[in-house]
């Protein structure tokens, strides 16, 4: 099946900082999407990006298909962006029909102390 | 727009003993996937439904798990008997439908965390 490798592991910050996130995958996807995990479990949804680039107030993603990763950026980071951030992609066929099961990376733990 | 709900939120139970997990997608979204995550590793696809069909059940771990969505609305996730190593937390997702060329995001409830002692 696709591998997905998401790098740091863990990162820790002050607040005002700005940090990066990657994702690495190992197959072509037809699916991408960040996610935040706050402190209660909750798994919310940052960005669909199985391409190009978005931006959402302090964040943003960027997804290159091609070259097979995809960057999280967070800035200015607030003690409420302490989690674990996953990426997850949805292998895709050559016809571009997906298979509908996302695969997860390990996550990124993220700590901003104030 | 309500989104997608699970239940219980939390379940202690005994090994041996069966439980069974409620999930209401978004209205309107065909789509249903569960996912889990066992303590220490990472999220793991279980299945995918297509309305009330099975699309894809190849992520379920073995035959003491069984998942239903009569009716094509909620779905249930029923283990028995459980073992400790189900412990975890499950996931629910929905989606809308699926059409030629098209991804749809996934939308994940809050999960449901399960104890098995």
């Known amino acids: 099946g696709i591998q997905v490798e998401q790098s740091p592991p863990d990162l820790i910050l002050q607040e005002g900082a700005n940090s990066t996130l990657r994702c690495n995958f190992s197959d072509s996807v037809n699916n991408l999407q960040w996610f935040h995990q706050n402190p209660w479990g909750q798994l919310i949804n940052l960005f669909y990006i199985p391409s190009g680039t978005k931006q959402n107030g302090r964040l943003s993603a960027t997804t290159v298909a091609t070259e097979r990763y995809s960057l999280l950026y967070i800035s200015s980071s607030q003690t409420t962006d302490s ?3 996953f990426c997850a992609v949805e292998r895709g066929n050559a016809g571009g029909t ?14 901003v102390h104030p | 727009e309500a989104g997608v709900t ?6 202690v139970i005994e090994k041996g003993q069966t439980v069974t997990l409620r999930c209401d997608p978004i209205s309107g979204h065909d789509n249903l996937y569960w ?6 590793k990472e999220i793991k696809f279980l299945l995918h439904f297509v309305k009330e069909s099975k699309q ?3 992520g379920m771990p073995n035959n003491r798990f069984l998942a239903e969505r009569t009716g094509g609305t909620y779905s249930t996730l ?3 008997p459980a073992e400790l190593e189900d412990s975890g937390v499950y996931f629910c997702a929905s989606s809308q439908v699926r059409l030629a ?15 098995v002692l």
Do not use: A, C, N, W
């Open chain 1, 83 to 85: 989690g674990v951030y």
């Open chain 1, 98 to 111: 997906s298979y509908g099961k996302l695969t997860f990376g390990q996550g990124t733990i993220l700590t």
């Open chain 2, 6 to 11: 699970q239940f219980p939120s939390h379940s």
């Open chain 2, 35 to 40: 996912y889990r995550r066992v303590m220490g």
């Open chain 2, 56 to 58: 894809d059940e190849s």
């Open chain 2, 78 to 80: 029923k283990v028995q």
């Open chain 2, 101 to 115: 060329g098209y991804q749809e995001t996934q939308y994940f409830g809050p999960g449901t965390r399960l104890l």
